[in-house]
């Protein structure tokens, strides 16, 4: 499985060898460490419809314009524009710019200005949406620049980019005349609902950029993922001492940390059921992860972690017949199940 996408991307991506932005930012995107922090994220692709998934190259381009507007920025600004719509138009008299149209809602005298035909189709046009994306990926930038000179040197207070996204909806003038971010109407809501957005189009857990989920050479593979012996394994199994830490792989939420075995005061045998000391953890985008048969654990529900956080103990509670580590990646999850279980060994680089 790719970090970024499925083969509708790969085949993209060849289509659009020519143009070798996108091809750079592709690669780009694919190195990148994840984060939730502004400026770092990977796009989550999936999150796209399906049916404007194809511009997902045209968003990382945007997306790597500048570091405070990073591609799941531009993408929830799409989202919040015109819902992925190219044929979007929200009518505005004429005294105030005219029509916002396209899946950006620029307007024609903005569009003179950003505007461009950056997927050099011939068209030059708010409603191409190529030439869109990138346009605004472009404005963005320039607002934050401008909003952050602006907070510098006291013309406007707030965040940079909170600024910006006020400026895209409302012009400069309007943030200048407001001192920051309009307190009340639809100007203020604005930045919130982009924000609100965002890590809906974040790929929290990319392939290459897990922590370990335990300390390096302390473990030895030992079960694969749903073997001819064991069909129904929906993990892999780590041997490993009793008492070494077990590491979240990536930041996350605690689903659930407990339990699962009818007892969990002592290790368990391949007689008993459940998995014993359980870590459910909810990644975003879809990701989840499973810990078992610790000899304690470290954590509790509803616990934020972050990568790299102990979450217990290895130990041989439940269902085990010696210390190890068994360990689950879902997608599409929460709720995790047989369903959603995936091969963690290419997540885990084995
Ligand atoms: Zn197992």
């Not at 990568?307 to 190890?324: C, M, Q």
Request: hydrophobic content about 40%; aromatic content about 6%; overall charge negative.
């Amino acid at each position: 499985m790719g970090s970024l996408a499925g083969p509708a991307i790969g085949a993209l991506v060849v289509a659009l060898a020519a143009g070798s932005v996108a091809v750079i930012g592709i690669g780009a995107l694919a190195t990148t460490v994840s984060s939730t922090a502004a400026g770092a994220g990977q796009l989550n692709v999936d999150a796209i419809p399906a049916h404007a998934r194809h511009l997902a190259p045209w968003v990382i381009r945007a997306g790597s314009v500048c570091e405070a507007v990073d591609p799941p920025t531009v993408a929830a600004q799409i989202d919040l524009e015109s819902g992925w719509n190219p044929a979007a138009v929200a009518h505005n008299p004429a005294g105030r710019g005219g029509d916002a149209v396209g899946i950006a809602q620029f307007q024609t005298g903005t569009w003179a200005t950003w505007g461009g035909d950056y997927d050099q189709d011939g068209r030059n046009d708010p409603g191409d949406p190529e030439d869109a994306i990138v346009a605004m990926g472009r404005l963005m930038c320039d607002h934050v620049a401008w909003a952050t000179r602006g907070v510098d040197t006291g013309l406007v207070t707030g965040d940079p980019l909170d600024l910006a996204w006020a400026a895209y909806f409302c012009g400069r003038n309007c943030v200048i005349l407001a001192g920051g971010v309009p307190a009340s109407g639809l100007a203020h809501d604005y930045p919130g609902q982009v924000r609100s957005r965002i890590s809906r189009y974040t790929l929290v857990a990319a392939v290459g950029s897990w922590v370990f989920p335990l300390p390096a050479e302390s473990y030895e593979l030992v079960s694969r993922f749903r073997t001819a012996e064991r069909p129904s394994h929906d993990g892999v199994d780590l041997a490993a001492q009793t008492g070494n830490p077990i590491y979240a792989v990536a930041d996350g939420v605690v689903l659930a940390a407990g339990c699962t075995s009818a007892y969990c005061d002592r290790p368990g045998s391949p007689g008993l059921g459940g998995c014993g000391l359980r870590v459910n953890l909810n990644h975003g985008n879809g990701f989840a992860t499973r810990y078992c048969h610790a000899v304690r654990l470290n954590v509790t529900a509803g616990a934020l972690v972050k990568a790299g956080d102990v979450l217990g103990w290895v130990g041989s509670t439940g269902n085990s017949s010696g210390p190890h580590l068994h360990f689950e990646v879902h997608r599409n999850a929460p709720p995790l199940s047989s369903a959603t279980a995936v091969d963690p060994l290419p997540y885990l680089g084995l």
